[in-house]
Structures are given as C-alpha cells and as structure tokens.
C-alpha cells in the first residue's frame, strides 16, 4: 500500500494567486481529513468527508478555502486567492471509520509558502 | 471553552528512563483518544488508541492510561533510546468520527 499520497511536496507562489492541493487517500478508507500545521496554531483540523459528503467544515478561515472530495480516491483543497498567512504546511489524512480503530493515516504533507 | 493541553516546555531526559508525558482536556467527552508520534519535514503516525472504557494499553516500550473522570492520559515510553526523540500528539475524537490535536510535546532523549 502507498499510503496516502499528497501533492505537490512543496508549493511557492504570490499573493493573490490560486493554489490546489491534493490528495489521494489510502483505498478502502472511508474518510478524509484535512489539517493545517503552523508553529502557532499546531496542527488544525479544516475539513472532513466521510463517504466522500463534508460532514464538518467548521474549521474551514474563511470563504477563499473550498474543498471536494469527487471520488472516493480523490480530494483536493483549493485557496483562491491566496495571502501570505496562509503559509502553512497541509496535510491530508485518510481513516476507516466504523472499522477496527480509527486510526488516522497522514500523507507527507505540502509545505505551502506564499510571498 | 474547549481545550486540549500538552506540556508546553520539551521533555529532556537520559536515555534508558521513562519518559511520561500529558494529556489534559476540558469539555469533551471523547470516545477514543490517541497519540500519535511526528518527526520533523513528516506527517504525524498513529501509535496507539485507548477507548473511554479503556483504563490503560500497553504496545511494547509504550504504555498509555486514560482517566475520563480527570480527562487526562498519560503516555510512557519506558527504555527511552534517542530514536524515540521526536514531537509526541494527542488526539481527541470528539464527536461523528471528529479527530481535533494538541500541540504536541517535544521529546529529546540524550545517550
């Protein structure tokens, strides 16, 4: 299994400018989550889906972030436009809720850095 | 309001003892707690979970108890060597399969 898979590693742009990230869960897991990392704020939950429906959006900053989950094997996280705060870095995590235990599986993360 | 708290300071200890480090949370009523391990430039990995019916659980050097009365857990890494060094997370379930973190705590273990 490869795990969960995020791309790209590292993201560098200006202000202003649209940023996709994305992710694509381990197969067979039925949720996904999105968090934000930051020395300040540590690691933030800002969405999840489970059978590929958001169900909790609440730590979504504000309106410049959306996210879609189109498949079972496919999600990504859009911010437009984007703003020098928003440098962080966002991982993508996948679980089988209802499972076993609901351990959570992180990717390697995208290292976002807005200028 | 609702919080999850971890030793803020880093954790210094010799190698060969027991590290324990803090989980206190207020607010929550969680079904499951977790802790994770995250070393740096890497996404955090699972270690163990422990259920509110739980009071300890133990996977080889690690142990993990959880009081749901003080609402806190407690994680022991016992035969501590300096791989283990690294930034330690609590997670909280609180709720429709919700996983929320605390801040994490920094282990160094010096040989």
């Known amino acids: 299994d490869a795990g969960v898979i995020q791309s790209p590693r590292h993201e560098v742009t200006e202000m202003g400018q649209e940023v996709t990230l994305r992710c694509k869960p381990i197969s067979g897991h039925n949720s996904l989550f999105w968090y934000r990392q930051t020395m300040m704020r540590g690691l933030e939950l800002l969405i999840y889906?489970?059978?590929?429906?958001?169900?909790?959006d609440s730590g979504m900053p504000e309106d410049r972030f959306s996210a879609k989950m189109p498949n079972a094997s496919f999600s990504t996280l859009k911010i437009q436009p984007s703003e020098p705060r928003d440098s962080a870095v966002y991982f993508c995590?996948?679980?089988?809720?209802?499972?076993?235990?609901?351990?959570?599986?992180f990717g390697s993360g995208t290292q976002l850095s807005v200028l | 309001s609702q919080k999850i708290e971890q030793n803020s300071e880093a954790l210094n200890i010799q190698e060969g003892k027991t590290a324990t480090l803090t989980c206190n949370y207020t607010?929550?009523?969680?079904?499951?707690l977790q802790w994770y391990r995250q070393d740096p430039g890497r996404g955090p990995v699972f270690l163990l979970l422990?259920?509110?019916?739980?009071k300890e659980k133990r996977k080889e050097r690690l142990k993990v108890t959880f009081d749901t009365t003080l609402k806190q857990s407690l994680f022991h890494i016992t035969a501590s060597q300096p791989a283990d060094s690294a930034t330690y997370l609590c997670a909280l379930e609180t709720g429709g399969f919700k996983t929320i973190f605390g801040a994490g705590t920094r282990l160094f273990v010096k040989a």
């Open positions: 889906f489970n059978n590929n429906v958001p169900i909790d």
């Open positions: 995590a996948s679980s089988l809720v209802g499972g076993v235990d609901e351990k959570l599986f």
């Open positions: 422990i259920r509110e019916n739980e």
């Open positions: 607010n929550y009523s969680p079904a499951y």
